[in-house]
């Protein structure tokens, strides 16, 4: 048996071809992740083991692609998860991507990432495993550390967050420095556990919705 899913939907499906794209894919979904019939995922996409898309959330693999969603990854209400384009005549366009493991991406999501409401994360982009994405944050041209919490509303572009960073509600972090003057999460901080919770919550919500009799999706021969 395949650990993949078979796409027959509306709403999960191949990208077309363009200029910037000349192939036609469609997602790769582990069998064990859900996709709300609300929410999208089109293209080049990977959802790992255990993800959960909830209502209404986007994930577009048409533009910069790959996008890569590790296992336990929660994208919830309103996400946007996108890239600029990765490649121009066929030719990898190196500053709109980030590399992991000598493999490029218009955006990585490491595993245990919970990216909460409406918050988006706009390749190239990476964020590392057992980060928080607050609500209404944007993360655009940036790489995110493990460990961290971006708090809501907060904007992270054109910069490298260390592992165990967080940054504040509405900040504006857009020059190093100000990167590199993030305050380290420590045992005292008020949030510090509220990505397992999150975590735990959503990947208990994927199974339970995939179970779910009426779940559209099924598994591949």
């Not at 078979?6 to 191949?14: E, G, Q, V």
């Not at 200029?19 to 582990?30: A, G, L, Q, R």
């Not at 384009?85 to 190196?94: D, M, Y």
């Amino acid at each position: 048996m395949s650990n993949l899913l078979t796409l027959d939907n509306i709403h999960i499906h191949a990208n077309v071809r363009t200029s910037f794209n000349s192939t036609e894919k469609n997602p790769e979904i582990h069998r064990t992740a859900y996709v709300h019939p609300l929410g999208a995922v089109i293209g080049n996409v990977h959802l790992g083991k255990h993800v959960m898309v909830a209502p209404a959330a986007s994930v577009r693999g048409d533009e910069g692609q790959p996008i890569w969603i590790d296992d336990d990854v929660n994208v919830q209400d309103c996400v946007v998860v996108h890239a600029l384009e990765t490649h121009i005549n066929g030719v990898l366009v190196r500053e709109a991507v980030v590399e992991v493991d000598g493999e490029f991406y218009g955006v990585y999501i490491s595993k245990r990432v919970s990216l909460a409401h409406q918050c988006q994360v706009h390749g190239p982009a990476y964020i590392g495993r057992d980060t928080f994405v607050g609500m209404q944050a944007l993360v655009f041209r940036a790489t995110v550390g493990k460990n961290c919490v971006i708090e809501p509303k907060a904007l992270v572009m054109g910069v490298n967050v260390a592992d165990g960073r967080y940054v504040p509600a509405g900040s504006l972090i857009t020059t190093q420095e100000a990167a590199d003057n993030l305050p380290s999460i420590t045992t005292t901080y008020p949030l510090v556990s509220l990505n397992n919770a999150v975590v735990h919550v959503n990947t208990e919500l994927a199974d339970g919705y995939r179970k779910q009799e009426g779940f559209v999706l099924t598994l591949a021969a």
